[in-house]
Every structure is written in structure tokens, then in C-alpha cells.
């Protein structure tokens, strides 16, 4: 495994430092003053939308796609340390360069699975940044970190399918310019292959028996800038039967191939917020004085510190075998270090955020300073795309089968 970076991740790498230091840092306050300002506090502020424009610009776009028809043509491998440097500003960067969740996951739903038909009425609003997506998965019913719980259904009736059910923490679907939902539900409920019971629908937004509730709140905080996560109330909506993502059955195992690529994505930008992390936390140490001495001389700081950059360089590496091998191999073949990635970065990448709060004081915990809304998230991802435990029971049982009889 080499490691280095090639001559066009290096080149894009550059760029993309630039652009963050040119155009996304300073927007970070700016975008927070113009959402309090806005009538709509879903709509998308207008300086981000001077950020798409200018990042579609320099290139900076659609780099999370492998494939050159839609997307940049980038490996696994070229677009973890972009990924990672977008990581720095997760409300606004990842945004600006059309690479936010969930609509990378269903841009690759998309393309993988969709028909000509779906991918030009609902693929090319995407890639162009003009629409906002969500994915309708997570239900508040069940437990839904055992995906063949999900009660949904999806019925067919003639020429229409007809769905029926409650979901929850449905990110983007606050976003006025949410147009599309891909709904997962069952349509052989009573099906002996408990992973051939469900399927995928797209469910656009003004379909009769569509109701978007209200937000749910992620502690505290409603996500503006991701369109925020929604409860949503599917009451007999009706959508034609070429509404249906791939083939009936093929639902859990598009998920899958959605929920791959999606958690290392998250896990790439977790290493770039813990990186924003230990920045503040040294400037911090070394700005401010207790007990006679800066913060950066008090041995418990230092521990803090140090131990924060062993730890990233750690799953940085984790990180980029993990790329590799699904470049390599596969996402199947990469199975055991998505998982492995999936439990141990958020985690430890949370820590690390704790630890600059602590050393911020009031200020950790306060709008001043990203810390907060770095920690919400990097603790929530220990829950999306499957929690710790899953992932946990998942790498164990297949570490235990080398070794079993």
C-alpha cells in the first residue's frame, strides 16, 4: 500500500486547501447571520450558494463519484484526503462542493441501480447541485438498527405503488429544495427471505399522503445547513410503478451498497473535524494562562495533546487501507475495515473533540467556537449508517468464524 499522493490528489489537494482558506472559513460566520436573518431558516443562504458557484468553478465538484461519466473519476484512495480536509467545516464545506450527505448516497443509488428515466428526471438535478434529496429509511417504531424491521409498506396496485408508513431522522428533508425522497419499505412483508422483503421508491415531495412533520433535533442543534433531519408521515401515497428503484426484493441489498461508500465518507471527514479540533485546542493552549503558566505547559494539556495526533494519524491510516482496499478488492472485500473504521473513529474522534471543549471552557460548550456542533455530530455518527454495537456483533462473528471448527 503507497500511500503517497499522486500528481492529480496532490494538484486538487492544493486547491481545495485554498479554496477553504479563501472562501469557506470566512463564510462560517457569514452563513450563521444570514440563516438568523432569513424568514425561511431552511432556505440556503446566499453565500453559500456563491460558494457552489465558485467551487464548481475551480473543479472542486461531484468529487466523491468514482465513475467520469457523473462524477470526478476519483478512487476511494484520491478522495479520502479532500474528503478529510472538507471534514474542517462540515456544515458548509462539503456542501459547497456538492459532496454532502445523503444526497452522495443517492446520487450513487442513482447511478448504480436507477433507469435512464430516474437518472434524467432525478439524478441531473443532483450532480447539478440545483436539488436536495433525502433517504427515507429510519422509522421510530422499531428498532431500525435491524433494517428487516422496517414496518413501511409499499403495496402494488396495478399500475401505482401505494406507501404507507412513519419515518424519522430524515436527513434533508426540512430543505425547501428537497424534491425527491427514496423510500424504503416492504413489499413482501410475509416473504420467507427477510432481506428479499423490502424494496426502494422514489416518493417525490408533493405527492398526495406525503406529510413532512416536523424536525427532530440532534441534541439541540437542527442542522440547518444539511436541510436538517425531519419526521415524515407517508399516509396511502401513490407513485407509479416506475417509481421503483432496481427490482422488488433489492431493497436491503441497496442499502447496503448505499451505507458502504456513505460511512467511509463520514469516517473521512470525522478525521478532518478532529484535526479542526486539536488546532483550536493548541491555539487555545498556548493563548491562555491559569495558575501562572500557559495551558500548553500544564502537563494534562500535553498528554491531551499528544495523544490526540497518535490517535489521528491511527485511523488516518485505518482510513486509507480501508480506501484501498475497496479500490482494490471491494466494498465486500473491504468489509471488515468499513466496520472496523465505522466503530473506532467516531468514537475516538469525539474524545478528542471533548477534550477541546474542556480546555475552551465556556467557550467549548457556546456558538463561538465549532467545537459543539463538531462533537453533535461525531457522536450522532455513532448511530447513523448503523450503530457501534452492529458493526461490534458484525466483526465479531466473522473474526470468531476463522476460527470456529
Not at 77 to 87: K, N, S
Not at 196 to 213: H, N, Y
Request: hydrophobic share 40%.
Amino acid at each position: 500500500m503507497d500511500f503517497a499522493y499522486d500528481a492529480r490528489t496532490a494538484e486538487l489537494r492544493e486547491k481545495l486547501l485554498t479554496f477553504m482558506d479563501e472562501h469557506v472559513y470566512p463564510a462560517e460566520a457569514v452563513a450563521h447571520e444570514q440563516r438568523a436573518a432569513q424568514a425561511d431558516p431552511w432556505a440556503q443562504p446566499p453565500v453559500v450558494t456563491d460558494l457552489k458557484r465558485e467551487a464548481r468553478h475551480q473543479g472542486l465538484w461531484n468529487l466523491f463519484l468514482p465513475g467520469t461519466e457523473y462524477g470526478a473519476g476519483l478512487t476511494n484512495a484520491q478522495y479520502a484526503p479532500l474528503a478529510e480536509i472538507t471534514g474542517r467545516s462540515p456544515q458548509l464545506a462539503p456542501t459547497a462542493l456538492n459532496c454532502a450527505a445523503p444526497d452522495t448516497g443517492n446520487m450513487e443509488v442513482l447511478t448504480e441501480f436507477g433507469t435512464d428515466e430516474q437518472r434524467r428526471r432525478w439524478l441531473k438535478p443532483l450532480l447539478e447541485g440545483e436539488n436536495r434529496s433525502a433517504f427515507a429509511m429510519t422509522e421510530p417504531d422499531v428498532a431500525s438498527s435491524d433494517a428487516t424491521n422496517i414496518e413501511t409498506r409499499i403495496e402494488r396496485d396495478g399500475d401505482a405503488y401505494i406507501i404507507t408508513g412513519r419515518k424519522w431522522y430524515i436527513s434533508g428533508a426540512m430543505s425547501p429544495n428537497c424534491h425527491v425522497f427514496i423510500v424504503m419499505g416492504k413489499t413482501d412483508p410475509e416473504g420467507a427471505d427477510v432481506r428479499r422483503q423490502q424494496s426502494m421508491v422514489l416518493v417525490p415531495r408533493d405527492t398526495a399522503g406525503v406529510e413532512v412533520r416536523r424536525a427532530m433535533r440532534v441534541y439541540g442543534y437542527e442542522d440547518h445547513y444539511h436541510g436538517g433531519h425531519a419526521e415524515i408521515v407517508f399516509d396511502r401515497a401513490r407513485v407509479p410503478v416506475n417509481h421503483l428503484i432496481g427490482e422488488e426484493g433489492g431493497g436491503f441489498a441497496i442499502a447496503q451498497a448505499r451505507l458502504g461508500p456513505g460511512r467511509i465518507h463520514h469516517c473521512m471527514r470525522l478525521i478532518g473535524m478532529a484535526e479542526r479540533a486539536i488546532e483550536l485546542m493548541c491555539r487555545r493552549a498556548l493563548d491562555r494562562t491559569a495558575f501562572g503558566k500557559p495551558l500548553a505547559a500544564q502537563s494534562q494539556v500535553q498528554s491531551w495533546i499528544a495523544d490526540a495526533r497518535v490517535s489521528v494519524e491511527q485511523l488516518r491510516l485505518l482510513v486509507l487501507k480501508t480506501a484501498w482496499l475497496m479500490d482494490t478488492v471491494g466494498n465486500r472485500g473491504a468489509h471488515t475495515e468499513i466496520q472496523a473504521i465505522k466503530i473506532a473513529t467516531p468514537r475516538t474522534v469525539a474524545d478528542i473533540i471533548d477534550q477541546a471543549v474542556q480546555l475552551h471552557g465556556g467557550g467549548g460548550v457556546g456558538q463561538d467556537f465549532p467545537l459543539a456542533e463538531l462533537w453533535a455530530a461525531a457522536r450522532t455518527l455513532r448511530l447513523a449508517d448503523g450503530p457501534d454495537e452492529v458493526h461490534q456483533r458484525s466483526l465479531a462473528r466473522r473474526e470468531l468464524k476463522r476460527y470456529a471448527g
